[in-house]
T-cell receptor
Framework: GQNIDQPTEMTATEGAIVQINCTYQTSGFNGLFWYQQHAGEAPTFLSYNVLDGLEEKGRFSSFLSRSKGYSYLLLKELQMKDSASYLCAVRDSNYQLIWGAGTKLIIKP | GAVVSQHPSRVICKSGTSVKIECRSLDFQATTMFWYRQFPKKSLMLMATSNEGSKATYEQGVEKDKFLINHASLTLSTLTVTSAHPEDSSFYIC??????????????FGPGTRLTVL
């Protein structure tokens, strides 16, 4: 079956760095997405990886290793507004998005 | 970035009534739109894929007669929850795929509709 695993919850301190991991087992691979979702709101797009390596976008970076079925989202200089759920999603061979359950990130002062 | 609107943002209805939710892509054309449902503290659950000018493709376990989807134009898809029951209360989110996005093929999400059935 298809499976996306990410930690349920993480806690970090304002100003620090946090890495949210995502491992996947899917039928085929056509890209991996990270979305941010604040409570009660719809997800917003953060990043897209289809090739191995690191994609940097401001304070957020996303890494992909296709051979390991692994990705991480790195958030630097954490701000209180970064408190949200972070969803990992993989596009499979049928171009369907398979969603992880999300990681709730709690930022403490 | 691309903008997707959804209306209404919140709706409360009585059991047995029908509710229509609209999803519009405001500044791009979307041949494909997706409807998701999200329960509290859970991830997104894809309900159906809506293609402009054709019938929607429903995921296993989703009743097509209960959740009517119409995608009449490149910028509008509607979801109608018919004969709503309290168990249909949920957060419904639509997303639209930008036809010009190329390989990235990003889905842009509407703000969601909170449905409460009394």
């Amino acid at each position: 079956g298809q499976n996306i695993d990410q930690p349920t919850e993480m806690t970090a301190t304002e100003g620090a760095i946090v890495q949210i991991n995502c491992t996947y087992q899917t039928s085929g691979f056509n890209g991996l997405f990270w979305y941010q979702q604040h409570a009660g709101e719809a997800p917003t797009f953060l990043s897209y990886n289809v090739l191995d390596g690191l994609e940097e976008k401001g304070r957020f970076s996303s890494f992909l290793s296709r051979s390991k079925g692994y990705s991480y989202l790195l958030l630097k200089e954490l701000q209180m507004k970064d408190s949200a759920s972070y969803l990992c999603a993989v596009r499979d061979s049928n171009y369907q998005l398979i969603w992880g359950a999300g990681t709730k990130l709690i930022i403490k002062p | 970035g691309a903008v997707v609107s959804q209306h209404p943002s919140r709706v409360i209805c009585k059991s047995g009534t029908s509710v229509k939710i609209e999803c519009r892509s405001l500044d791009f054309q979307a041949t494909t739109m997706f409807w998701y449902r999200q329960f509290p503290k859970k991830s997104l659950m894809l309900m159906a894929t809506s293609n402009e000018g054709s019938k929607a493709t429903y995921e296993q376990g989703v009743e097509k007669d209960k959740f009517l989807i119409n995608h009449a134009s490149l910028t509008l898809s509607t979801l109608t929850v018919t004969s709503a029951h309290p168990e249909d209360s949920s957060f419904y989110i639509c997303s639209a795929r930008d036809v010009l996005a190329g390989e990235t093929d990003t889905q842009y999400f509407g703000p969601g509709t909170r449905l409460t059935v009394l």
